[in-house]
């Protein structure tokens, strides 16, 4: 990919050109709790975007999208919002960056990508922390990284029209190689903790069932109602912190549907803690169990899986896959799983058959390697 980038960007725009790079990300564990005030998991992925950029000395910018063969060129005033979508995210960096008192110029780039489309993955936090981080380096602007990461979420908002968390962005600004990171969405603290399995004979890999499901209203903000509702009735701002013991106590003043949506999330918050306390000893057997746990809590409780995700987790543990679970919002898209890798190949052999014998179309396999976050290449 950086041959590719960097070919086609003396080709288009001559020499001097520099590379960075940032990652997509996976979620561990850590589903659903982020609007919650709780914790959440994710790691940088071995996956995302590079791009090549030289400073133009303009007031413009001229883009090319490797991947999608097209181009772009914009100002960096609010009026010059490019209608490209994809040049949209890389309009509102810079504009994020001005906002924030950054003085920034034009500059030419060519990126490419390899994170795979539509598997919950955060291809779009790799390109905004792509060029959050490559122009606070080229421009000097000493930009906490944990701001970088608000810059890309800040574009998402208010130029790409998606109301995202600071998770994905975060995750590819921050991400360490050999580790995961459990970040506190109440305090915005975070800590990296150990996460090899390669030395204690795991592999860790994506099953996407390339399936999406369409769902009538709105299945996100009905359950982020759900948990307020809770929450208000336990005298606090949001379900971090409750326990079951208190749950409980309130459970004939709040509906069925209520309760249940709220046994997931404080249920999630603890097997989060299990997860890092685990992983600290190396103990990857009690990573899959809250893995598993956190499926059927995600498919039963919080009614945010779908047929053919319930059908990858059971398969895999068929095939005595360690930990296996929807990663993402739910609805369709991946599971996450923890296999040993003496039962790998016959796992990925198993999966593939049965899924596209029952689904008419084979799931797509992705094996993740956690790497390091935004950097000059």
């Known amino acids: 990919m950086k041959e590719r980038v960097s070919q086609k960007f003396a080709e288009l725009y001559g020499d001097g050109a520099i590379l960075f790079t940032s990652p997509g990300r996976i979620n561990l564990i850590g589903e659903h709790t982020d609007y919650n005030g709780g914790f959440v998991f994710p790691g940088a ?3 995302g975007i590079v791009a090549a950029i030289r400073l133009n000395g303009t007031d413009s910018v001229r883009a090319f999208a490797l991947d999608l063969n097209e181009s772009a060129e914009f100002g960096l005033n609010e009026e010059d919002k490019p209608a490209q979508s994809w040049a949209c995210y890389i ?8 906002k924030r008192g950054g003085k920034i110029g034009g500059f030419d780039t060519v990126f490419a990508g390899d994170v795979p489309l539509g598997a919950g993955m955060s291809s779009s936090a790799a390109l905004e922390s792509t060029f959050a981080f490559a122009l606070n380096d080229l421009y000097n602007l000493g930009i906490e990284k944990f701001e970088l990461a608000r810059i890309g979420q800040s574009t998402e908002h208010n130029y790409c029209g998606v109301k995202c968390g600071i998770m994905d962005q975060f995750a590819s600004v921050h991400g360490k190689a050999g580790h995961l990171m459990r970040l506190d969405c109440r305090s915005m603290e975070f800590n990296y903790f150990p996460f090899d399995p390669t030395r204690y004979g ?10 999406k499901h369409e769902l009538v209203g709105s299945p996100y903000n009905d359950r982020r109602a759900s948990c307020e509702r809770v929450a208000a009735v336990l005298g606090q701002e949001f379900l ?4 079951m013991e208190q749950l409980e106590a309130i459970k004939d003043k709040i509906s069925e549907e209520d309760y249940l949506r709220a046994r997931y999330v404080i ?6 803690l299990d997860v890092c306390e685990a992983l600290e000893k190396g103990d990857y057997e009690t990573v899959g169990e ?10 039963r409780d919080y009614e945010v899986s779908c047929e053919e995700l319930d059908f990858l987790a059971t398969v895999a543990k068929e095939c005595g896959v360690t930990g296996s679970r929807i990663m993402g919002g739910g609805f369709g898209g991946c599971t996450i799983n ?17 899924f596209a014998e029952k689904y008419g ?4 396999i992705y094996p993740v390697v956690i790497s390091d976050g935004s950097r000059r290449l």
Not at 267 to 272: A, S, T
Not at 290 to 299: E, I, K
């Open 267 to 272: 249920g999630e918050e603890q097997r989060v």
């Open 290 to 299: 809250r893995m598993y746990q956190t499926h059927w809590g995600m498919s």
């Open 361 to 364: 179309h084979e799931p797509k």
């Open 91 to 98: 309009f509102g960096v810079c504009r994020e960056i001005q």
């Open 338 to 354: 923890l296999v040993k890798e003496e039962l790998y190949d016959s796992f990925i052999a198993t999966v593939t058959s049965a």
């Open 202 to 211: 795991y592999r860790l890999v994506l099953v996407n069932s390339c399936v």
């Open 240 to 243: 971090r912190g409750a326990t």
């Open 45 to 47: 992925v071995d996956k």
